[in-house]
């Protein structure tokens, strides 16, 4: 038996010391103290997800925006990339997929909030991390408070204030928030002199935000501290190793810095590991990898559970802002004087490639939908439920937790609470290490005057689980003691519906208190002071009622942990309804848009009138696409390639550099056709090349339009932005074989068999058709 004694009395949070937050009259008044934010009177979990309008087609961003809702995320952060925006000194460009304006603007109109991360050095992969090539020219001394620089720096905010006139909080905007710099962490004046400048620029939020990680020296409560953690790291050295640091992740605890990231670029060393000032902040997040991007020499594969996990661990250990970067992936623009990519030709230690910034992010570089996406929104499902209740509550580490991140073979766990109820957090799970299973395990926990044991016998918890259990929480007026099944939100409506799932293949049991009368298909018995639920099968047929004391009257749903990552939740047809389906969905007022090819139905509860059959409690919707032979690309080889580069290593970072313009010269290339019918109205087609190699780069009419560094996955490329083109002349797919002493990290589960290795498999072409149901008024 793991055992846990919680505080019964949780200290209140510090209030009124943070130089931040609305004014308490305004309507829907944004506030924050030590220990979470608040908004309208009540505690605020925001879910942030990072997407770069600059690096994506203005006339895709409401489609895309949509989906990025449909995944849960209530705020978009974007980067303003200086060099975006002014490459040439005085020469202001926010025109087109530069539309700041119309991009908050689409948030607005989608009920998303805004962040803003206003550099003016910003990163992201970004050359010069954003400064543009006349800004480090001009002799001054950037990120200080240097006149000179400051004197650049203030025609940028006032544009900036420009483009977000009318659009912040003040005039009931969106913007809840902005960022300053970006890993500075050792000018804490100088935080404070451009949030002055901007404020002045108009550019105002009730949230300024930092990042902390690296021990970063900010102006105390001038900004929110915000932090980060990915599951590798394409900015660590090629060694064939897991990146010492993001184990650290996959462990519960205090703890928020990661001084790994932006390590690559900072000039000194962190040193010492006080966190004890945090203490006057919440536990915030903008950098929680979505997944990683690929530098040249280091091109890892990141999974859905190697993200979901690491997210759950972090609200486990205390986060009361979860931010995902990046949560949609993106292409680098290439400027009017140059390419704008971190390489190292512009003096940084990683090569980047030129356009691909996919990120293997949730929704990818042209918004596939992937595997993170439901492993995430199985968690924000939770989250907009549960989550102002989760803020207020803080973490409580068990006596016998891991003592150092060595530790493969004691099973992690916690329980956050408010001395009243809590959640309990178990994570099994890391990437590259895989961790054993844990027999005969229960938990015991003395959490408000009762001792709550879960599960009654005890179970195993599997390799690869991770989950979070709730800990006397209120189902309608009843209280559901413990359960071993995953919360996944509330159906809002006469009878509130909670859902859940199961968790790790685990028997799923639910305890009451004796007052609660439980009926449905399920074994109901009393067993002193408690009603325990056992027998069920989870599943779509798994609706329980649940009647308290008084009368009152709600339900509970228990899907099994497949049919958990299928579900959507959202208002569609008058009603708070929770949609499965095997394909994609986004729910968009009134009506429902399942992305891809198949036959499947879609399941609904509450059931639409217009349902056509039944599955359990759920109502059956035909969704068919597709079924016919999808248009084929036509391919021909133009040359074969020459031999493998030798690898080149640059100076400064002894790291291995990406191919240039002239190695293309060596390359294998194809010419790849694609029929008119291929394209059908608005939808997306993807070209998926199956191919083993170093690096490809994709060109349409000589224009370089995509690239990858290999890493294992098929290379996608999004034919809609550039239809009329690739009519016009086709493609150009040109590739580079493996050298066979290439210093490059892969995972390894794709290290090929043999190098020199250079081979294209195929190449397809894959319809994203859009099927868009609408309820029948009949």
């Not at 490459?87 to 989608?110: K, M, P, Q």
């Not at 006349?134 to 006149?147: K, Q």
């Not at 918004?367 to 102002?388: C, K, T, V």
């Amino acid at each position: 038996m793991r055992r846990l004694d919680i505080p019964g009395l949780i200290p209140p949070p510090m209030e009124g010391h943070l130089r931040l937050g609305d004014l308490p009259h305004q309507p829907d008044a944004i506030t924050v103290n030590s220990r979470h934010l608040s908004r309208g009177g009540r505690p605020w979990f925001p879910i942030m997800g990072e997407f770069h309008y600059g690096r994506y087609p203005a006339g895709e961003w409401r489609e895309e925006l949509l989906k990025v809702r449909a995944g849960g995320v209530t705020a978009v952060a974007t980067y303003i990339f200086w060099n975006l925006h002014e490459e040439r000194r005085g020469v202001f460009d926010w025109s087109g997929d530069r539309d700041l304006r119309r991009f908050v603007t689409t948030c607005a109109e989608l009920g998303l909030d805004v962040v803003v991360r206003i550099g003016p050095w910003g990163h992201g992969e970004s050359r010069n991390g954003g400064f543009p090539d006349w800004v480090p020219a001009t002799g001054c001394v950037p990120r200080t408070d240097d006149p000179r620089y400051i004197e650049l720096v203030r025609p940028l905010f006032e544009q900036i204030g420009a483009q977000l006139s009318g659009l912040t909080r003040g005039h009931g905007g969106p913007v809840v928030a902005v960022q300053v710099e970006n890993e500075l962490h050792d000018q804490p004046g100088h935080l404070v002199t451009l949030k002055r400048i901007a404020q002045a620029a108009g550019i105002d939020a009730p949230l300024w935000t930092a990042t902390g990680w690296g021990h970063a020296r900010l102006p105390p409560d001038e900004v929110i501290p915000l932090f980060g953690g990915y599951p590798e790291a394409a900015w660590d050295t090629a060694h064939d190793g897991w990146p010492q640091q993001s184990r650290a992740h996959y462990f519960f605890g205090p703890g928020r810095d990661d001084d790994s990231i932006g390590a690559d670029l900072r000039t000194t060393e962190v040193t010492g590991s006080d966190e004890s000032h945090l203490a006057r902040y919440p536990f915030a997040t903008c950098e929680l990898g979505g997944g990683m991007y690929t530098s040249y020499h280091r091109r890892p594969i990141i999974e859905a559970p190697d993200i979901a996990a690491l997210g759950l661990v972090k609200l486990g250990s205390g986060s009361v802002w979860q931010g995902y970067y990046m949560y949609h992936g993106a292409s680098q623009k290439i400027g009017a004087l140059s390419t704008l990519q971190e390489s190292h030709a512009t003096g940084y230690p990683n090569d980047c490639p030129v356009i691909n910034y996919d990120f293997q992010a949730p929704l990818g570089e042209y918004g596939q939908f992937r595997d993170s996406f439901r492993h995430l929104r199985l968690q924000h499902l939770w989250l907009a439920a549960d989550g102002p209740d989760l803020a207020t509550m803080t973490l409580t580490m068990p006596p016998d937790a891991p003592a150092d991140t060595a530790d493969r073979e004691t099973l992690r766990w916690c329980v956050r609470s408010d001395g009243r109820s809590g959640f309990l957090f178990v994570n099994n799970h890391q990437p590259v290490e895989t961790l054993p299973a844990h027999e005969e395990v229960r938990f015991a926990v003395e959490l408000g005057g009762r001792e709550l044991v879960v599960p009654r016998e005890p179970v195993t918890v599997p390799s690869g689980a991770y989950f979070v259990w709730p800990l006397a929480r209120p189902v309608g007026g009843s209280l559901l003691l413990t359960a071993t099944a995953q919360p996944m939100g509330v159906l809002e409506g006469d009878e509130p519906v909670h859902v859940f799932c199961q968790t790790a293949g685990i028997p799923v049991e639910l305890v009451f208190d004796a007052t609660t009368e439980v009926e449905g298909p399920a074994t109901v018995e009393r067993d002193g002071d408690h009603l325990v639920v056992s027998d069920l099968t989870p599943g779509t047929g798994c609706l329980l009622r649940v009647r308290d004391a008084a009368g009152a009257r709600a339900a509970v749903l228990v899907l099994d942990a497949g049919q958990a990552l299928t579900a959507a939740q959202g208002r569609l047809w008058g009603a708070d309804r929770l949609v499965l389906s095997e394909r994609p969905v986004v729910i968009e007022e009134g009506r429902l848009v399942v992305y891809g090819e198949g036959s499947s139905d879609v399941r609904i509860f509450p059931a639409p009138p217009s349902a056509t059959g039944t599955d359990g409690v759920f109502g059956l919707l035909p969704a068919a696409t597709g079924g016919g032979r999808a248009p084929e690309a036509k391919v021909e080889e133009v040359r074969q390639a020459g031999p493998a580069r030798p690898p080149v290593i640059d100076p400064a970072s002894g790291r291995a550099s990406a191919p240039t313009d002239a190695d293309f010269e060596q390359a294998a290339v194809y010419r790849v056709t694609v029929p008119r019918e291929a394209f059908t109205g608005e939808e997306e087609v993807l070209l998926r090349l199956d191919w083993t190699g170093d690096v490809g780069r994709a060109y349409i009419g000589g224009r370089l339009v995509a690239d990858q560094f290999w890493y294992g996955p098929a290379w996608e490329i999004g034919l809609r932005r550039f239809r009329e083109e690739v009519l016009e002349h086709g493609i150009e797919i040109k590739l580079l074989p493996l050298g066979a002493d290439a210093p490059v990290f892969l995972s390894p589960q794709v290290q090929p068999a043999a190098r020199p290795a250079l081979e294209l498999r195929s190449v397809t072409l894959v319809p994203v058709p859009r099927t868009v149901i609408v309820e029948d008024a009949g």
